[in-house]
């Protein structure tokens, strides 16, 4: 069953096409990641789909019952504690006393953040603990669909790495459907089960492959060949690393 539908979605900005004629379809179970050259409009594309954006033309269809947003930047509100700031995906729900403490607990310990964690404020967090606040936040109103905005780009490697088995972990393997937009391949390859290739115009889906064997059974060596192998040796990924800077913010 395709959970997310976008039929010739196009947009602009200030009269300037950024996004055109724009064809995606994303399964129940599938996470995708969406790649292509810096300024090709991926993020822009991400917003139109989860509502954020009103697209120009075309239509989009959303079939699943309830989506998160994990943006670039965590986003916590800075007054709140930890735990206040994940409780706000419980936003409309009918939640609170012992359910409530639940959850945030069950979800915090999905992206290994400690009680002692929960009764910080976020300028008391580290940069990768922010964002796995974040992910708890999307998490604990257990969506059906997520959309991933870059949201490690700003982490080390290492720590990006960890983020990375936190999706694999927390989405791949539980059934989960997403977008994932991404402007490095090997985060494309070792966390999604198909990758798509924008048009580094903007003019629709350049085309899709699909990542062998399942995301978590990946290892460094089949990340960076595979990566390799696609940078190298396939055309679709011939202008990935391009980037833009007039159509940059």
């Known amino acids: 069953m395709t959970l997310l539908q976008l039929d010739k979605v196009g947009h602009a900005f200030l009269g300037r096409t950024v996004l055109e004629r724009i064809d995606l379809g994303i399964s129940a179970g599938e996470l995708v990641a969406l790649v292509g050259p810096s300024g090709s409009g991926k993020s822009t594309l991400a917003h139109i789909a989860a509502g954020l954006v009103e697209p120009r033309m075309g239509r989009v269809n959303r079939r699943y019952r309830r989506h998160a947003v994990i943006f670039q930047e965590p986003r916590l509100l800075p007054w709140k504690r930890t735990a206040d700031n994940i409780g706000l995906g419980l936003a409309g729900q009918r939640v609170g006393g012992d359910a409530r403490r639940r959850k945030l607990h069950a979800v915090a310990s999905r992206v290994a953040l400690e009680y002692g964690d929960l009764e910080k404020f ?128």
């Open 122 to 249: 976020p300028a008391q967090l580290s940069g990768g603990m922010r964002q796995r606040a974040a992910i708890a936040r999307a998490l604990i109103a257990e969506p059906d669909f997520i959309f991933f905005d870059e949201p490690f780009s700003a982490l080390d490697v290492a720590l990006k790495r960890r983020m990375q088995d936190i999706v694999v972990d927390t989405v791949a393997h539980s059934g989960l459907s997403g977008l994932f937009i991404t402007h490095d391949l090997s985060e494309a390859v070792r966390i999604a089960h198909r990758i798509l290739v924008l048009d580094r115009n903007g003019r629709g889906i350049a085309g899709s492959r699909i990542v062998p064997s399942r995301p978590g059974e990946r290892d460094d060596r089949f990340v960076f060949e595979t990566s390799v192998e696609f940078l190298a040796g396939d055309r679709l990924f011939a202008h990935v690393n391009d980037c833009d800077e007039r159509s940059l913010p």
